[in-house]
T-cell receptor, first 111, second 114 residues
């Protein structure tokens, strides 16, 4: 079963606005990864954040991790229509190579 | 990272038949995995494909239904056997180079069983 829970389930924003989505998990983790999926195709890896890191940036993406609250957030700044996709968080446990995926957040960016 | 080629990208199959999905990575990887994504849902791990030995299946998935091969470090196949409409899903291959490394995915196989 999925360890992660994501909210919101869906998000609709105007182009240029920021989008924030959250991921919570239940057990201790080694890493947390964020992925994007366009229209039911393959997953594109966005960012990996380790359990001893608190924040990571990649272009317009900012990921935070709070292990005390067992939660992470993904912020997309200055959104574009091309950011329309489903976003998933995935965690692996300590000494466990397998990924558990959250339910995902569907983001729609309106032009 | 690495590039994963997965084929077929989609197929429509008759119930009772089997389909084999291939996954080829462009460089050696440590771990390979197979996932199922049912319509509108998240990803569920089917099994870990072990090189040169039997795959490790997750709860709810069995070898007779989803036989998996991994003859070398860059190639794996998943067969969906004796298909029924409930098997209609996207099947995704994934690989990584061990703990603390990113997992990357193929483009998926969209399977429809009629």
């Amino acid at each position: 079963s999925q360890q992660g829970e994501e909210d919101p389930q869906a998000l609709s924003i105007q182009e240029g606005e920021n989008a924030t989505m959250n991921c919570s998990y239940k057990t201790s983790i080694n890493n947390l990864q964020w992925y994007r999926q366009n229209s039911g195709r393959g997953l594109v890896h966005l960012i990996l954040i380790r359990s001893n890191e608190r924040e990571k940036h990649s272009g317009r993406l900012r990921v935070t991790l709070d292990t005390s609250k067992k939660s992470s957030s993904l912020l997309i700044t200055a959104s574009r229509a091309a950011d329309t996709a489903s976003y998933f968080c995935a965690t692996d446990g300590v000494n466990d190579y397998k990924l558990s995926f959250g339910a995902g957040t569907t983001v729609t960016v309106r032009a | 990272s690495a590039v994963i080629s997965q084929k077929p990208s989609r197929d429509i199959c008759q119930r009772g038949t089997s389909l084999t999905i291939q996954c080829q990575v462009d460089s050696q990887v440590t771990m390979m995995f197979w996932y199922r994504q049912q319509p509108g849902q998240s990803l569920t791990l089917i099994a870990t494909a072990n090189q040169g030995s039997e795959a490790t299946y997750e709860s709810g998935f069995v070898i007779d239904k989803f036989p998996i091969s991994r003859p070398n470090l860059t190639f794996s196949t998943l067969t969906v056997s004796n298909m029924s409409p409930e098997d209609s899903s996207i099947y995704l291959c994934s690989a990584d180079r061990g703990l603390n490394t990113e997992a990357f995915f193929g483009q998926g196989t969209r399977l429809t069983v009629v």
